[in-house]
Structure formats: structure tokens, C-alpha cells
């Protein structure tokens, strides 16, 4: 009986998160490809003030990542994210997290609550709402999560890398390859990132 009981709960939860997903091994949509240049933004924080990657004078680039406090995937990844930011945004890469759904149809991501997430985990990054749905799809962006890791240059603010942060979005004990990471690495390093994309997994964006 006790070992039905676990079969069923686990098969409620794959269906569970399987809800939240749709074709979740695309990669990016009509937008930025490795190489182009990312417009800049001006998107309103959790915290009320407009923040634009402009604003960031001493940056050396962005890990521009778009999530939500909905899917199942984007919390399980909210944890690498602090640490992510934690490890580089003092080197010259923080991360710029960016919420794109659709609020009337997940009002569980509205700004109120977006607030009452990042006060309630610690966000050490921006959390910004993209508000008319202006943004994401000019990165192309299709999940929660979804990275885009920029570099900045003389000529703007190139992307380096697009995809997933990890390749175990269910144990990050059980991670073998920290693509952001690497990435972010061979950049601080002055080398080309050898991986440059990879597919985000997670929920796709609401419209």
C-alpha cells in the first residue's frame, strides 16, 4: 500500500510540473542569436527605481536571466541564482533577473508579489518586470528560466551565450556542468565561451 502511495505522489508531481511546460527543449524564439548586440532596457525593480544595463557603469557584463515566481523550475533555480550573483557580480557580471509573463494570466506574478518574493529569499539582484511584454522578445527568451549572458563592449552589449544555467534543474548537488559558470569563466579569462548555447528548460513564457 505504502509503496502505491509513493508511486502516485510521484507521478502527480511529474504531471504537476509537465502543467507548467510546453515543448520545453526549444531553445530561443525570433530574437537574439550569438553575436548580436542587446538593446538596453528600462524596466521598473522590486524596489520601485527604473534600472537600465546602462546604470551599471563598472559591469563588465550581465547574466540577464528571465524567471518568475510561478514555475516550478524558475524556483528550483532561484538558490543558483543568488549564488550566481553572489560569485560575479563583484568580478563584473551580475545577475539582472527579469520577470515576462503575462500578468493577468498569472497574477501570481504581478509586482506585489514579485516584491514579496524577492524580500522573502533575498534577492541580491534586480528584479524587474517587463511590463507590456516589450522585452523578452527581443532576446527571443521562451521559459522561465531562460539566460542570456552579455558581454559589454566598445560596441555594445554582445551576447555570449543563451540557454540554461545548469544541466540538473532538479538537484544542484547532482550538477555535472555549470554552463553559465563556464561561460562567465571564459570570459573573465578573455577566452571564447566554448558552449554557446544549450536548451533552456523550464515553463513557457505567458502571453
Do not use: W
Not at 74 to 95: H, T
Not at 98 to 103: A, G, R, S, Y
Not at 124 to 139: A, H, N, R, S
Amino acid at each position: 500500500m505504502k509503496k502505491t502511495i509513493q508511486i502516485i505522489s510521484g507521478a502527480l508531481v511529474v504531471l504537476f510540473i509537465s502543467a507548467f511546460v510546453t515543448n520545453e527543449t526549444s531553445t530561443t524564439g525570433n530574437g537574439y542569436k550569438i553575436g548580436d548586440t542587446a538593446e538596453d532596457f528600462s524596466l521598473k525593480n522590486v524596489d520601485g527605481n527604473m534600472v537600465s544595463l546602462s546604470d551599471y557603469k563598472d559591469a563588465k557584463g550581465f547574466i540577464v536571466t528571465f524567471t518568475c515566481n510561478t514555475c516550478p523550475y524558475a524556483v528550483m533555480y532561484e538558490d543558483r541564482l543568488i549564488a550566481l550573483n553572489d560569485k560575479y557580480a563583484s568580478r563584473g557580471y551580475p545577475v539582472i533577473a527579469i520577470m515576462p509573463n503575462n500578468t493577468d494570466v498569472k497574477p501570481g506574478d504581478n509586482l506585489e508579489a514579485m516584491k514579496a518574493r524577492a524580500k522573502s529569499k533575498g534577492f541580491t539582484f534586480p528584479y524587474l518586470i517587463d511590463e507590456g511584454q516589450k522585452v523578452y522578445p527581443k532576446y527571443g527568451a521562451t521559459k522561465t528560466p531562460h539566460v542570456f549572458l552579455l558581454q559589454k563592449t566598445d560596441g555594445g552589449n554582445v551576447v555570449k551565450y543563451i540557454g540554461a544555467i545548469d544541466d540538473n534543474y532538479k538537484d544542484a548537488s547532482a550538477v555535472k556542468t555549470k554552463y553559465v559558470e563556464n561561460a562567465v569563466d571564459a570570459l573573465l579569462e578573455g577566452k571564447e565561451v566554448k558552449q554557446t548555447e544549450t536548451k533552456a528548460i523550464g515553463c513557457s513564457i505567458k502571453v
